[in-house]
């Protein structure tokens, strides 16, 4: 278990390199400096801003100096916001999409749960079919239409909640769900096949034979046997929670940090964008190393055959 | 006992060779994925329904006299109508022309991811699967760490570098793509070249190339086709999730993903316009998704009995 967990930390810091490397020439790419669009100002001005921002040195000369302060947790300065580093801005608007996403998956895997093994639970009946179309509704229709649907609906309509902005948990609850639907059909599907294929086990005859408690057999045989291949695909929706939030919280016009990430693209504001881009890879990458590892330490399957090799 | 003569019996003899022949006509493995395929109703459905995708993306276009990118500023935001059959958006824009030039972007940016990431995928994961040891290590080391690039953040990062466009979604899903498609097929491929008809074609002087391409590919085929049926949806996904954010491809060309977009600056006032991309989305993501499913349980060799 110690190697496996060394072996993936290993390859995560590789992956992270290969992204921050990757963008940061990427970004240098485009053509031109980041005062091309600034006002005329004397070469001689220019050339002081260049080498500020040490811009005036070859890339690889840049490229140590970006590492460097990498390591300090430095990302530069914004080059829209002015005076605002990439960091300050970061630390601003991440809770927000912190406390959206944590939502959101709880939402997601709690009601997935739940629905899966329900619906598993009674076979072919009412909340077996409710929730089998829920889980079709949230692999097609996408999730930019969930949400504004509800907006249309919840928010305009009915009056019920906010339309958008952010401030108060109600203001929450919108994006939440929106975000939270892929997640939970997933999971509800996964959760529900799983279970199924764990209720024709032997050990649950057993379980009944010996007498247990509808409740005990559910909890302790069913569920803990049925939820490890549900834990496998947490990793990638993570990712997509992620990456969701880029248009829940344009929809919903929340100051998080998708709305800061689009946002820098159409401004060009190139210390933004490679800022926050890196953040976000790194918060992608830890996590389904994380979600890797726990999956290793739940089941005592693998756990046992990486410890054997 | 009711007496029989013996003259009402005759002896027939036994025919060797028509009883040794066989009298059904033997079914190749296609053949019979296609007969499971064929019982699976929705499968089926999704499949009839992808055809009329296609037609319609092909000849839709030509059936309504406007151009899709056509503006009449006089007509904007019309209900459905016997002359604009999904209405007209807010720049007076015929909806019924515009949807499908928008299937015809979409379904072109999913099968064209799906047929790229293929191509590159089953390379790589047939020569890492084939060579084996060392090989093998290193290039699926790659793999790992590239499986771990989000590939949204590629996309955005290569639209701000390439501009936006078609090209730049299809190469950027493209990069992070074929990674999936790449470790299915070693899987495969590591299965399968222990087994004799391989022996009996390296035996028989075949290259590595030629074995590969004959011999293992067309066997991992099935996994191969379903995986694919899975890309298109997540392309078309991923493409409509980028042009709603602004960030996919330029007006006045059209995909589901810019419709959808488009209608959200008249939502409150006209939530059809949001509502019909939003349906061919649905139902698309939807067809593939069932279509997919059928396929697995048909080309799964492990069902077969």
Same mark, same amino acid.
């Given at each position: 278990?110690?190697?496996?967990?060394?072996?993936r930390?290993?390859?995560?810091?590789?992956?992270?390199?290969?992204?921050?490397t /990757?963008?940061?020439?990427?970004?240098h790419?485009?053509?031109?400096d980041?005062?091309?669009?600034?006002k005329?100002?004397?070469?001689?001005i220019?050339?002081n801003m260049l080498?500020?921002?040490?811009?005036?040195?070859p /890339?690889?000369?840049?490229?140590?100096?970006?590492l460097?302060?990498?390591m300090?947790?430095?990302? %530069?300065i914004? /080059?829209?916001?002015?005076?605002?580093?990439?960091d300050?801005i970061?630390?601003q608007?991440?809770?927000a999409s912190?406390?959206?996403?944590?939502?959101?998956i709880?939402? %997601?895997?709690?009601?997935?749960?739940?629905?899966g093994i329900?619906?598993?639970?009674k076979?072919? %009946?009412?909340?077996?079919?409710?929730s089998?179309?829920?889980?079709?509704? %949230?692999?097609?229709v996408?999730?930019?239409?969930?949400?504004?649907?509800?907006?249309? /609906?919840l928010?305009?309509k009915?009056?019920?909640?906010?339309?958008?902005?952010?401030?108060?948990?109600?203001?929450t609850i919108?994006p939440?769900?929106?975000l939270?639907?892929a997640?939970?059909s997933i999971?509800s599907?996964m959760?529900?096949t799983?279970?199924?294929?764990v209720i024709?086990?032997?050990?649950i005859?057993?379980?009944?034979?010996?007498?247990?408690?509808q409740l005990q057999?559910?909890?302790?045989h069913?569920v803990?046997?049925?939820?490890?291949?549900?834990?496998?695909?947490?990793g990638?929706?993570f990712?997509?929670?992620?990456?969701g939030?880029?248009?829940?919280?344009q929809?919903?016009?929340i100051?998080?940090?998708?709305k800061?990430f689009v946002q820098?693209?159409?401004?060009?504001?190139?210390?933004?964008?490679?800022?926050?881009?890196?953040?976000?890879?790194?918060i992608l990458?830890?996590?389904?190393?994380?979600?890797?590892i726990?999956?290793g330490?739940?089941?005592?399957?693998?756990r046992?055959?990486?410890?054997?090799? | 006992?009711?007496?029989?003569?013996?003259d009402?019996f005759?002896?027939?003899g036994?025919?060797?060779s028509?009883?040794?022949s066989?009298?059904?006509?033997?079914?190749?493995y296609?053949?019979?994925?296609?007969?499971?395929?064929?019982?699976?109703?929705?499968?089926?459905?999704?499949?009839?329904? &992808?055809?009329?995708?296609?037609?319609?993306s092909?000849?839709?276009p030509?059936?309504?006299?406007f151009? @899709?990118?056509?503006?009449?500023l006089?007509?904007t935001?019309?209900p459905?109508?016997?002359?604009?059959?999904f209405?007209?958006?807010y720049l007076g824009r015929?909806l019924?022309?515009?949807?499908?030039?928008?299937?015809r972007?979409?379904?072109?940016?999913?099968v064209?991811?799906?047929?790229?990431?293929?191509?590159?995928?089953?390379? @790589?994961?047939?020569?890492?699967? @084939?060579?084996?040891?060392q090989?093998?290590?290193?290039?699926m080391r790659?793999?790992?760490?590239?499986y771990?690039?989000? @590939?949204?953040?590629?996309?955005?990062?290569l639209?701000v570098v390439?501009?936006?466009?078609?090209?730049?979604?299809?190469?950027?899903?493209?990069?992070?793509?074929?990674?999936?498609m790449?470790r299915i097929v070693?899987?495969?491929?590591l299965?399968?070249?222990?087994q004799?008809f391989?022996l009996a074609?390296?035996t028989?002087?075949?290259?590595?190339g030629?074995?590969?391409?004959?011999?293992?590919i067309?066997?991992a085929?099935?996994?191969?086709i379903?995986?694919?049926?899975?890309?298109?949806?997540?392309?078309?996904f991923?493409?409509?999730f980028?042009?709603?954010?602004?960030l996919?491809i330029?007006?006045? &060309?059209a995909?589901?993903?810019?419709?959808?977009?488009?209608?959200?600056q008249?939502?409150?006032?006209?939530?059809?316009? &949001?509502?019909?991309?939003?349906?061919?989305i649905?139902?698309t993501? &939807?067809?593939f998704?069932?279509?997919?499913?059928?396929?697995?349980?048909?080309?799964?060799?492990?069902?077969?009995?």
């Amino acid at each position: 278990m110690l190697n496996y967990s060394i072996k993936r930390f290993v390859y995560m810091l590789i992956t992270i390199w290969v992204i921050i490397t /990757l963008t940061f020439f990427l970004m240098h790419m485009i053509p031109g400096d980041p005062f091309t669009s600034e006002k005329k100002v004397p070469p001689q001005i220019r050339q002081n801003m260049l080498a500020k921002y040490h811009l005036d040195k070859p /890339l690889i000369v840049q490229y140590g100096y970006y590492l460097d302060n990498l390591m300090h947790g430095d990302l %530069g300065i914004s /080059l829209k916001y002015l005076n605002r580093t990439v960091d300050d801005i970061i630390k601003q608007s991440a809770p927000a999409s912190f406390q959206l996403g944590v939502q959101s998956i709880f939402l %997601g895997v709690v009601f997935g749960l739940f629905f899966g093994i329900v619906a598993a639970l009674k076979r072919g %009946g009412g909340w077996d079919y409710f929730s089998m179309f829920l889980a079709i509704i %949230g692999i097609s229709v996408p999730n930019f239409i969930i949400a504004t649907l509800l907006q249309l /609906l919840l928010a305009s309509k009915l009056k019920l909640l906010p339309v958008s902005g952010w401030g108060s948990f109600k203001y929450t609850i919108l994006p939440s769900i929106a975000l939270s639907f892929a997640t939970l059909s997933i999971i509800s599907r996964m959760m529900r096949t799983s279970m199924l294929d764990v209720i024709g086990q032997d050990y649950i005859k057993t379980a009944k034979a010996k007498g247990l408690s509808q409740l005990q057999i559910i909890w302790k045989h069913m569920v803990r046997n049925a939820i490890m291949p549900v834990v496998t695909v947490l990793g990638p929706l993570f990712a997509g929670i992620v990456t969701g939030t880029f248009v829940i919280e344009q929809i919903f016009s929340i100051p998080g940090l998708g709305k800061f990430f689009v946002q820098s693209i159409y401004d060009e504001d190139y210390s933004m964008i490679l800022g926050t881009t890196i953040f976000y890879s790194i918060i992608l990458v830890v996590m389904m190393f994380v979600v890797d590892i726990a999956y290793g330490l739940i089941d005592p399957r693998v756990r046992l055959a990486k410890g054997g090799k | 006992m009711v007496d029989i003569s013996k003259d009402k019996f005759e002896i027939v003899g036994a025919n060797v060779s028509e009883s040794q022949s066989i009298v059904r006509p033997s079914i190749s493995y296609w053949q019979d994925a296609w007969r499971r395929l064929r019982k699976n109703k929705v499968a089926m459905a999704s499949l009839v329904f &992808l055809i009329l995708l296609v037609i319609m993306s092909i000849i839709g276009p030509h059936l309504r006299p406007f151009d @899709y990118a056509h503006q009449d500023l006089f007509n904007t935001n019309k209900p459905f109508s016997k002359v604009h059959w999904f209405g007209t958006d807010y720049l007076g824009r015929d909806l019924f022309v515009r949807v499908w030039m928008g299937a015809r972007v979409s379904l072109f940016i999913g099968v064209t991811i799906a047929l790229l990431d293929a191509i590159i995928g089953v390379t @790589y994961g047939g020569i890492a699967g @084939y060579f084996g040891g060392q090989v093998d290590n290193i290039m699926m080391r790659i793999v790992d760490i590239l499986y771990g690039i989000p @590939y949204l953040i590629l996309v955005i990062l290569l639209m701000v570098v390439m501009g936006q466009g078609l090209w730049t979604i299809i190469t950027a899903m493209v990069m992070t793509g074929w990674v999936g498609m790449a470790r299915i097929v070693r899987g495969q491929v590591l299965q399968l070249k222990e087994q004799e008809f391989v022996l009996a074609a390296k035996t028989l002087g075949a290259s590595p190339g030629r074995i590969i391409l004959r011999h293992l590919i067309p066997n991992a085929l099935g996994p191969i086709i379903v995986s694919m049926t899975f890309d298109v949806p997540n392309a078309i996904f991923a493409e409509a999730f980028l042009s709603y954010i602004g960030l996919g491809i330029r007006p006045p &060309l059209a995909s589901w993903g810019t419709l959808a977009n488009d209608a959200t600056q008249v939502l409150l006032m006209y939530p059809m316009q &949001l509502f019909i991309p939003g349906f061919f989305i649905s139902i698309t993501m &939807l067809a593939f998704n069932m279509l997919g499913d059928g396929l697995r349980d048909a080309l799964d060799p492990r069902l077969r009995r």
